[in-house]
């Protein structure tokens, strides 16, 4: 039995070569823009965050805070403290619920891209 020696030219290496370099820079380019979204996202948290936090607990302390110039420093005082009660479990609240479902979106984005590329 003869085996077919088969010899590849110098065209044939070339053109596989570069659809071999082509499969690689679109699988890194993949891979570099899946990586990036999740990235994305946690740097999101802290973003998110941060804007709660103005939006929700600096505003409303600012507010009773500056009503303190006159007289009823005690009660401005004492508003306050109730406002931080009342409004640290909202903000905690929201910021955690928002953060929890970034996590959930960022664990299925993860395991997306894992199904994806291993499939």
Not at 62 to 77: E, M
Request: net charge negative.
């Amino acid at each position: 039995m003869e085996g077919d020696n088969h010899e590849h030219s110098f065209g044939d290496a070339f053109i596989h070569q570069l659809i071999e370099t082509i499969e690689f820079v679109l699988g890194t380019v993949s891979n570099t823009a899946s990586y990036l979204r999740l990235w994305a996202l946690s740097l999101a948290h802290g973003q998110l965050s941060e804007v709660f936090f103005n939006l929700v607990l600096q505003k409303y302390v600012s507010i009773f805070t500056l009503g303190s110039l006159g007289d009823n420093h005690f009660k401005t005082i004492i508003s306050t403290i109730i406002a931080s009660v009342i409004m640290w479990p909202v903000f905690w609240a929201i910021t955690f619920s928002v953060i929890m479902m970034m996590d959930c979106m960022e664990c299925f984005l993860h395991c997306l891209r894992l199904h994806w590329v291993e499939f």
